[in-house]
Structure formats: C-alpha cells, structure tokens
C-alpha cells in the first residue's frame, strides 16, 4: 500500500475514535452518578457514596426522569445515604445491574437489592455494617433499619445471614454458585428475541479459506428499547465498542450504501440503525460518491487494501480476536491478461460466476481454492488448487490468495 494510503488509514481511524467519543462527551455528572443523553433511561454510580450521593441521585433522576436501569460499580460507602438511594430506587421500580468488569460491594449492595429487576455479572460484596458511633442503641436503630429495608426488597434471608456474620474489615463476595442458590437474583422471564446468538469475526477459518463475519445483532445507544426486551436485556444488547479493521472488508449484506463524509460519520450511521446494522465498511480511497456501506447478517470478511471495517461488539461479547481470511485484493492482487494453465479444482468452469468479481470472490470462500484466473470472452471461472505457472491470455483476470491475519487496529469504547 503506498504511504498515503497508510496516512489516509491513520487519519481515518483517528477520525472515528474523536468522533464517536466527542459524540459520547455530552453526558452530564452528579457526584458519582452520571448520565448520557444517548441512554436516557440509564444511570451509573461509578464510585464511593458520600454525604451528598442521596440528593446527587435525585438530580440525576432529574436530569433523565425517563430512568429505568441503575448500572453499579462502587466500593460502598455512606449507609444513610445508602438506604435513602435504595428506596428512591425501590419505590421507582427501577432495575439494578452490576456490569461484568465491576464490583457493587458493602453500601452499594442496598442499591442493588433494591432492584426491580436485579443481575449480578461482576462482583457483589457484603460485611456487616461498620460501628460509626460507640452508642449500642444507635446502632441497633441502624440496623433495624437496614433489615426493614432488605424485607421491604424481598432479600433472601441467606444474604442477610451472610452479611450480619461478616466483620465490617471484612468483604464477603458471593459466588456464582450462592448467587444461583440464594436467588440473589431477580430476572426478567426470558424472551424469543433474548435467545438470538451472533456470529463476530473469528480466528476458527482455514488458512486458504474464509470467516463469515458480522456484528452481533445490538440495539442503538440512541433509541428505544426494542419490544420483547427487558431493560437489563435492552441495555445488555447495546454496542459498546467498536473493533476497527484495517485492510478488511465486510462483503456484501448492505443494509445501505451511503456517502459519508469520513470513517466517523459512517460508523454513526451504522450505530443509528436500531434494526439491523451490524457492521460497517468504510472504502478510504472514494472521496465523491458511495463510501460507506451498512452491513446485516452474513457478509463476507475479504481483503481490500482501501477498506477501513467496523464491527458493533455487545458488553456480553469477548473481545474480538484476529480474523483469518485468504486474501486476493481486488486492487492489487489482480493481473490482467495472465492466465494460470492447469490445477484446476474442476473438470467445468464454476457456472455461478461469471464475472472476475464474482470468481474471485468464489475462490476467496473456497477453502481449497489458491488461485482463479476468470476468462472474460467466454465468462468462464476456473478455479485453481494449485497455479502452474502463468502465460499471457488476452481477456483473461487471475489471482493468487495468499493467507492473511486481520487484528483490530483499535478497539474504542463507547461508554
């Protein structure tokens, strides 16, 4: 590829990840609650409950009054305060999720208690409550308290049990075992549409072969929740980060083809299709004219030395891992009026293709395919299980695949 190439690579990635962060830079910030304009019905406390946290809540309540989730991630805190957010929380039916890279322990566990719906996917931690004041009926009154409010929330009284038995310089972190057993957990009833499974790029493909790739089937960051989902569902169906590529492209299965100004735009036209979109191919060298192309269910990874491709990754998605397509670039690994004689995989050309495009493509997705060459005149598609030289045939398009390992060149997080 030639240095402006690789530039306009540089740039064009630089681009998506400014643009999609300064898109996501507008949320709003009260104490250790925040919310996003682009996820109204979503709160977060990302650290410690102070003095203040209870009336920092209700204004973020304020802020975004169409709330229905609180995702948690805090080492405890206040226990006044504590109890007073976890009532706002109970008396609005709101649900509670502890994300899977985050702990929800000691005060914060009366939040997530307090959940209408309730999932734990990282960690939950309790301990009994520590001694603020050497008055022994202060203290009771404190915790008559707290256990008035865990029955108002139907807490299983194991996790009680469990919390009154550990030293406050202690932290007892449920298993997912106890979790089960306890019936820590308050879940939706499951949904048709809960049950789909995705297909993302992947590592499994032969080396001469092909990986089928798309984006998990997610939800927009700046619509409604789907029907049939409940809201930890709706939220958990959420892209929340990008996988950029490279040199890859995600063939066929447009959803639409588009002229964006840049790789930022594009991907902001991918994430608002609540429907379907699930990736994107952003071609760097087109800059008059359809550029950028929306992808549903079932593209093809090829290799295209101008294409820049993004893939929607959910929270409950691994990170991604390199894709391993056998490669026959259609701008550079093509020559014209060459033919490879012999080794073909057939005794007939491929009838299903009979363009150069199509025969290409045909020997990208054939795991035993190393080469093709494509007669024009004839429309005749040969592919190739080994090339035996090459000799000059006028009208005649080949190309050698070679194998070729694709890894995001930047993962960007989009919350």
């Known amino acids: 590829m030639r240095l402006s190439k690789c530039v306009a690579f540089l740039i064009a990635v630089l681009g998506l990840a400014v643009g999609v962060s300064g898109a996501l830079a507008e949320g709003k910030s009260f104490g250790p609650f925040s919310v996003d304009p682009g996820q109204p019905e979503v709160v977060k406390l990302e650290g410690a409950i102070s003095p203040n946290s209870a009336l920092d809540f209700r204004r973020a309540l304020n802020a975004a009054p169409g709330v229905k989730l609180v995702v948690l991630d805090s080492p405890g805190g206040s226990v006044s305060m504590a109890l007073l957010i976890a009532d706002d929380i109970f008396q609005r039916k709101l649900s509670t999720l502890i994300p899977a890279d985050a702990a929800c322990y000691s005060a914060c566990a ?17 301990h009994q409550i520590s001694a603020d004041t050497p008055d022994l009926e202060t203290a009771q009154l404190a915790i008559s308290d707290i256990i008035d409010l865990l029955n108002k929330f139907e807490t299983p009284i194991e996790v009680l049990t469990v919390m009154f038995r550990t030293p406050s310089n202690s932290m007892h972190v449920f298993t997912s075992q106890e979790i089960a057993e306890y019936r820590i957990e308050k ?35 700046t619509t409604p929740p789907p029907a049939g989902f409940s809201v930890i569902e709706s939220y958990a169906r959420r892209p929340n ?45 087109t800059t008059a004219g359809p550029n950028c192309f929306l992808k549903g269910e079932g593209t093809i990874a090829d290799g295209n030395a101008v ?58 997705q054939n795991r ?42 930047r993962i960007i997080q989009l919350d």
Do not use: H
């Open 110 to 126: 009366y939040l997530f208690l307090a959940g209408t719906e309730r999932v734990v996917e990282g960690k939950l931690g309790v």
């Open 307 to 364: 294409a820049i491709s993004g893939v929607l990754l959910r929270r409950s998605d691994p990170e991604p891992v390199p894709v391993v397509v056998g490669v026959i670039d259609p701008r550079l690994g093509l020559v014209r009026d060459m033919d490879f004689p012999g080794g073909d995989l057939g005794k007939r050309p491929l009838a299903s293709a009979t363009t150069a495009q199509a025969c290409r493509l045909a020997c990208v």
């Open 241 to 285: 980060r990008v996988a950029v590529y490279a040199g890859l492209d995600f063939f066929g299965a447009d959803l639409s083809v588009l002229e964006t100004p840049d790789l930022a735009a594009c991907a902001a036209r991918c994430l608002d299709r609540v429907d379907a979109c699930k990736a994107f191919t952003f071609n760097a060298e």
């Open 187 to 221: 879940r939706a009833p499951a949904t048709a549409a809960s049950a789909e499974t995705s297909i993302a790029p992947n590592a499994g493909a032969a080396a001469a072969g092909a990986t089928t790739a798309a984006a998990p089937p997610v939800a927009s960051p």
């Open 368 to 409: 035993s395919c190393a080469a093709f060459t494509f007669v024009k005149e004839r429309k005749q598609c040969w592919l190739k299980a080994e090339p035996f030289g090459a000799q000059v045939s006028t009208g005649a398009v080949s190309g050698r695949k070679s194998t070729t390992t694709f890894s995001p060149v």
